[in-house]
């Protein structure tokens, strides 16, 4: 019997972006912007702040197993039951958890080939067989989606919106997806990016589709720039709720994420702040690269993602834009060798970043 399973070795360990430090040591730099990882330019929320100094000094306690705080405030905030509600150490937590409790041996998932990163190595890692079908028009293809389902299938997955590519899915092409979708199949909605997502009119907003085998995430890591604490949450029927707590590792997520997280949902300046700088952001790139002839595609999230004649021209860009102290995400591990994205930063940073790209270009 080998030690470690085959599909564990074939794995591609997740490859982030590089660190600022070490593009700061490499070419000498003091000053780098990042803006490839959709986190937060604003820091994170001053109320967040200033609850996590508050239980600075309860260290040493063990967090609430039950997060029961958190929980409440959402169930109030969403409208539903703290027994609708799971948290985890960020989405992606929950996620696997997800994976843990609900597959049996031979049961299997479905999803787009190339979109969360995240999903893709928790998916592979389960050893299960995954249905990955090809993006169309940078969109999941839902109907193609269907016509995977087979008597085996238990999890598909959608990122709505998508990432790496920004776009989403519509009402319309939810309510008619959802239809072939027997009851038994659990759809998990990530909406990661919700909170950038959710003023475009026929973004269809999961809350009003609690059907009982559709799981919604959503994650503090991004709009209210949480994601170095690792908090996200769920929300889903109680029977799936339930048994994804006996399941879930038992003291996440931390002392420091639930209250920072409780805090974070109190700071509708800053989350207004965020969405704010981000439209305009989004709007003053856009307007940009359409001057210097570069192709991206529409995005609702905090990225953009752009595309390239080949994979050496988006390599190239990348390397210049990092000797500029820029650090963008060239997508070649995320299966697009000749796409780039581009985290929207402050005013500022957004303007070098424009400068450098047309020196560059
Ligand atoms: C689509 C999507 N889902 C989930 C996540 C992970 O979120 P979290 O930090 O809450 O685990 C990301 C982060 O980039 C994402 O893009």
New binding site residues.
Partial sequence: MPLVPSYIKKLNSYKPGKPISEVQREFGLDKIIKLA??ENPLGPSPKAKLAINKALNDLHRYPDAAGYELRKKLAEKFNIKISNVVLGA????IMSTIIRTFLLNDDELISAADS?I?FKVLANASGRKVHWVPMKNHKYDLLKLVDQINDYTKIIYI?NP??PMGTYITKKEFDSFYKYVPERVLIIL?E??FEYANSSKDYPDSMSYRYDNVIT?R????AYGL?GV???YGFAHSELISNLIKVKVPFEPSSLAQVAATAALDDFSFLSDTLELNRDGLAFLISNFKKLKVQYILSVTNFITTIWGNKEEAEIITQKLLENGIIVRHLESFGWPNYIRISIGLKDENQKLINSLSKIL
């Fill in positions: 990882s959709n960020g989405s992606e937590g969360f995240g990122a998508d990432n990530d990661a990016y995430l994650s503090f890591s991004k994601g690792r908090i996200g």
